[in-house]
């Protein structure tokens, strides 16, 4: 089973920069494919960014193409987003999931990024 537990959202000035990390328990972190989604309020949960089990694939939605950088470390078990000129439009409860070929989904518990303008 996987654990997972997100970490560094906060309240952001518009502009500014913020990074997420999403910490894995258990010892099979390096085989799932990884990514964020949000949930704004009154929204449905929508894809942020993913990246594949060796890190060597990256997705991105258009809305945050150019200014997010997800990434991770298989060592570490973690998976970070980098967020940069955050708009007030990316606010939202941010989640991290882990999802594979015939592997368990599971999901984090959720972070709030708030960006002011």
């Known amino acids: 089973q996987v654990q997972l537990v997100e970490s560094g959202g906060g309240l952001v000035q518009a502009g500014g920069s913020s990074r997420l990390s999403c910490a894995a328990s258990g010892r099979t972190f390096s085989s799932y494919d990884m990514g964020w989604f949000r949930q704004a309020p009154g929204k449905e949960r929508e894809f942020v960014a993913a990246?594949?089990?060796?890190?060597?694939?990256?997705y991105y939605a258009d809305s945050v193409k150019g200014r997010f950088t997800i990434s991770r470390d298989n060592a570490k078990n973690t998976m970070y987003l980098q967020m940069n000129s955050l708009k007030p439009e990316d606010t939202a409860v941010y989640y991290c999931?882990?999802?594979?070929?015939?592997?368990?989904?599971?999901w984090g518990q959720g972070t709030q990024v708030t960006v002011s303008s």
């Open positions: 990246i594949s089990w060796s890190g060597r694939k990256t």
């Open positions: 999931k882990a999802a594979g070929p015939r592997l368990p989904v599971y």
